[in-house]
């Protein structure tokens, strides 16, 4: 879930990025540093709301921020490689 996630907001960075009012050629560390925001503070909400049981929360915490990570680098690399040249 968290890797299609990832995905999704990548799509949409990208989509933001390349509008008429960005134009930008978006950098790989702007990229990570976008996507794990968004995903620490989910993460952050997860843990406000308590909507996980406390058993291995921490390896829960690092599955999600590698998965959303590896689907917002994905959408990255696929963009990079077919439409900025």
């Known amino acids: 879930m968290h890797f299609w996630g990832g995905v999704l907001l990548g799509l949409l960075f ?16 702007f990229i990570v540093s976008f996507l794990l925001v968004v995903t620490l503070g989910w993460e952050l909400f997860e843990w406000l709301i308590k909507s996980i049981s406390n ?6 915490t690092i599955t ?19 439409t900025m040249k």
């Open 64 to 82: 999600d921020i590698t998965m959303g990570l590896f689907g917002g680098l994905l959408v990255h690399i696929i963009s990079r490689t077919y």
């Open 14 to 29: 990208y989509i933001v990025i390349k509008s008429r009012w960005f134009n930008l050629k978006p950098k790989t560390l």
């Open 55 to 60: 058993v291995n929360y921490v390896t829960d």
